[in-house]
């Protein structure tokens, strides 16, 4: 489920249910709410920092993409949009990624590798020349952004056999764009994209216009119960109900006294195979008086506002709060440290939450 993988949280989980929010909770626009386009962007040029290179381009993308998906553009809305850019791209559509060529080849290699594809294969492959007129190699010396990287990559598919064997039909190149979204979510939420379609969905990710529709709706195109944006911003970068589901593992834990890695991920994601959370949580069945079908019916809806609703979450928090003597935080950062061949440092998901949710604090201030 999740994208990459400090107890923190001011709102409580009610035993019963829990109404959807204005703000934060929903992306519907209330009874009353103006959304003119024009004084959208209008606005936007106003917090888009005046560093950034056209400002009213990135203005009308993203009041187009906050219009044409019916989100509405509140300050806090385009303040948080705002901060994901700035903090994943600096206002570049397709930014530089540093030591690309470098990444590159070492995926190669390590396909290479694991296929048991001899090195002077490998070297044969890349010294053909693509479509382009230059060889891959040369292209992959002189890459610099992910964009780049991923036509490479697309055509070293297509022309060479090499390139099939070691990547089959898949491009490694899997986020991109101003936002860093990842191709499939933006492939999974095509069907309603505005703009007419330059090649693929794939392609489109890599522009302006598309980065930014595909990342405001992996921002804004779920309902959630928070109360404030970082928990929003920490599911931007884990997946959608990490920080939600994170909370019910801390809860799960309280309760079993098994060690949990709150990573958000409550099922093996296409696996009937129990994992972690699921063999936790039936270890309380009798409390809960639940089977493992029940357990597992309701674990199965991680991804969902639904799973809110499910007996198994009522309960778990309902034991929790008999056995602690105080509610428990309805929502908590996830403890998933990033994996990607672009970080050099020790990050995780909290650190990158708080990052974003400082931008946003600074937008807001504006």
């Given at each position: 489920?999740?994208?990459?993988?400090?107890?923190?949280?001011?709102?409580?989980?009610?035993?019963?249910?829990?109404?959807?929010?204005v703000?934060?909770?929903?992306?519907?626009?209330?009874?009353?709410?103006?959304?003119?386009?024009?004084?959208?962007?209008?606005?936007?040029?106003?917090?888009?920092?005046?560093?950034?290179?056209?400002?009213?381009?990135?203005?009308?993308?993203?009041?187009?993409?906050?219009?044409?998906?019916?989100?509405?553009?509140?300050?806090?809305?385009?303040?948080a949009?705002?901060?994901?850019?700035?903090?994943?791209?600096?206002y570049?559509?397709?930014?530089?990624?540093?030591?690309?060529?470098?990444?590159?080849?070492?995926?190669?290699?390590?396909?290479?590798?694991?296929?048991?594809?001899?090195?002077?294969?490998?070297?044969?492959?890349?010294?053909?020349?693509?479509?382009?007129?230059?060889?891959?190699?040369?292209?992959?010396?002189?890459v610099?952004?992910?964009?780049?990287?991923?036509?490479?990559?697309?055509?070293?598919?297509?022309?060479?056999?090499?390139?099939?064997?070691?990547?089959?039909?898949?491009?490694?190149?899997?986020?991109?764009?101003?936002?860093?979204?990842?191709?499939?979510?933006?492939?999974?939420?095509?069907?309603?994209?505005?703009?007419?379609?330059?090649?693929?969905?794939?392609?489109?990710?890599?522009?302006?216009?598309?980065?930014?529709?595909?990342?405001?709706?992996?921002?804004?195109?779920?309902?959630?119960?928070?109360?404030?944006?970082?928990?929003?911003?920490?599911?931007?970068?884990?997946?959608?109900?990490?920080?939600?589901?994170?909370?019910?593992?801390?809860?799960v834990?309280?309760?079993?006294?098994?060690?949990?890695?709150?990573?958000?991920d409550?099922?093996?994601?296409?696996?009937?195979?129990?994992?972690?959370?699921?063999?936790?949580?039936?270890?309380?069945?009798?409390?809960?008086?639940m089977?493992?079908?029940?357990?597992?019916?309701?674990?199965?809806?991680?991804?969902?506002?639904?799973?809110?609703?499910?007996?198994?979450y009522?309960?778990?928090?309902?034991?929790?709060?008999?056995?602690?003597?105080?509610?428990?935080?309805?929502?908590?950062?996830?403890?998933?440290?990033?994996?990607?061949?672009?970080i050099?440092?020790?990050?995780?998901?909290?650190?990158?939450?708080?990052?974003?949710?400082?931008?946003w604090?600074?937008?807001?201030?504006?």
């Amino acid at each position: 489920m999740r994208t990459f993988k400090m107890i923190a949280g001011l709102r409580w989980a009610p035993l019963f249910g829990l109404a959807l929010l204005v703000g934060c909770s929903t992306q519907t626009p209330q009874p009353g709410f103006e959304q003119r386009p024009a004084s959208v962007k209008s606005e936007l040029v106003t917090l888009i920092p005046a560093s950034a290179d056209d400002r009213d381009g990135w203005a009308t993308d993203i009041t187009a993409a906050f219009s044409a998906q019916n989100l509405p553009a509140t300050r806090d809305n385009l303040c948080a949009t705002l901060a994901v850019i700035e903090q994943e791209s600096t206002y570049r559509a397709d930014p530089s990624v540093p030591n690309l060529s470098t990444i590159a080849r070492e995926e190669i290699d390590r396909r290479a590798s694991a296929l048991h594809i001899p090195g002077f294969l490998v070297d044969a492959g890349l010294n053909l020349e693509s479509p382009n007129g230059k060889t891959y190699n040369q292209r992959l010396n002189a890459v610099t952004t992910e964009r780049e990287m991923s036509e490479i990559f697309e055509d070293f598919i297509d022309m060479a056999p090499l390139g099939r064997q070691l990547f089959g039909s898949l491009n490694p190149v899997h986020t991109g764009g101003p936002m860093q979204v990842s191709v499939g979510f933006a492939e999974d939420h095509a069907k309603n994209y505005p703009y007419p379609i330059d090649g693929s969905i794939r392609h489109e990710v890599f522009t302006r216009r598309g980065g930014l529709y595909f990342g405001i709706a992996h921002l804004f195109g779920y309902p959630a119960n928070y109360d404030e944006p970082l928990y929003r911003f920490a599911d931007f970068n884990a997946g959608w109900y990490a920080s939600r589901n994170a909370a019910f593992q801390a809860a799960v834990t309280q309760l079993s006294g098994i060690p949990l890695a709150l990573d958000g991920d409550l099922i093996i994601p296409g696996s009937r195979q129990a994992g972690q959370t699921e063999l936790a949580v039936r270890t309380l069945k009798g409390r809960l008086g639940m089977d493992d079908g029940e357990i597992r019916d309701a674990l199965e809806e991680e991804d969902a506002l639904e799973f809110e609703q499910t007996a198994l979450y009522e309960k778990v928090y309902s034991l929790a709060l008999q056995q602690e003597g105080q509610p428990i935080p309805y929502a908590r950062l996830p403890g998933i440290k990033l994996e990607s061949p672009k970080i050099t440092r020790n990050l995780t998901t909290a650190w990158f939450a708080k990052r974003v949710d400082d931008r946003w604090q600074q937008c807001m201030r504006r």
